[in-house]
């Protein structure tokens, strides 16, 4: 329920970071963590400092929860980089 509440309201307004931070959190517990990520990486790539980094923040947490070999660790490293240093 709360999944369908946050995509319905990411959904509604791209911009809603605070939606979009619960839906990768609840994609996340489901294991759709390469959704999960993307969920962040979107919310960096919008406002990367919005509620003091929290979606870096987030996101790093997923990294090290995974471990630095997952495939989706990997990919979403790569493109965390490039929205941060380019």
């Known amino acids: 329920l709360e999944m369908d509440a946050a995509r319905a309201a990411v959904n509604a307004d791209a911009h809603d970071l605070d939606a979009r931070q619960s ?7 489901v294991g759709e963590h390469g959704e999960a990520m993307s969920h962040l990486l979107e ?10 980094q929290a979606a870096r923040l987030q996101l790093l947490e997923f990294f090290a929860s995974l471990g630095a070999a997952n ?3 990997i990919a979403s490293r790569r493109k965390l980089s490039t929205l ?3």
């Open 23 to 29: 839906l990768a959190l609840a994609l996340f517990a």
């Open 43 to 52: 919310s960096i790539r919008i406002d990367k400092d919005w509620n003091e």
């Open 71 to 73: 495939p989706d660790v």
């Open 84 to 86: 941060l240093f380019s």
